[in-house]
């Protein structure tokens, strides 16, 4: 029913930009929250930024707000993460995932969301 497929990685030096992509199924996809994740090898999978599909409304991690901005096009059923000014730091696999049953929870919280992708590489180097 619902699938999710990320776009856009790749290789960038550091304080250059890249746009990765998000891309939900068809004319019967519908979700309350869209968000972003990224997991670096031997850590935890953090929360990047969310934005609810309705209103637009944001919000964004400390460690990148100011860098990053999340949006969506509601039309093409597309969530986009333009990511500014990177740093190595910032490499990782990045998640785009969905939460479409309306749960109850908090929105940087993986738990809150039923649907992921597969993930997309950003490497950032020095």
């Known amino acids: 029913q619902v699938q999710l497929v990320e776009s856009g990685g790749g290789l960038v030096q550091a304080g250059g930009s890249l746009r990765l992509s998000c891309a939900a199924s068809g004319r019967t996809f519908s979700a309350y929250v869209m968000g972003w994740f990224r997991q670096a090898p031997g850590k935890e999978r953090e929360f990047v930024a969310a934005i609810s599909w309705s209103t637009g409304s944001t919000h964004d991690a400390d460690s990148v707000k100011g860098r990053f901005t999340i949006s969506r096009d509601n039309a093409e059923n597309t969530v986009y993460l333009q990511m500014n000014s990177l740093k190595p730091e910032d490499t990782a696999v990045y998640f785009c995932?969905?939460?479409?049953?309306?749960?109850?929870?908090?929105?940087?919280?993986?738990?809150?969301?039923?649907?992921w992708g597969r993930g997309t590489q950003v490497t950032v180097s020095s």
């Open positions: 995932a969905a939460d479409t049953a309306q749960a109850m929870g908090n929105v940087i919280d993986p738990l809150m969301y039923d649907y």
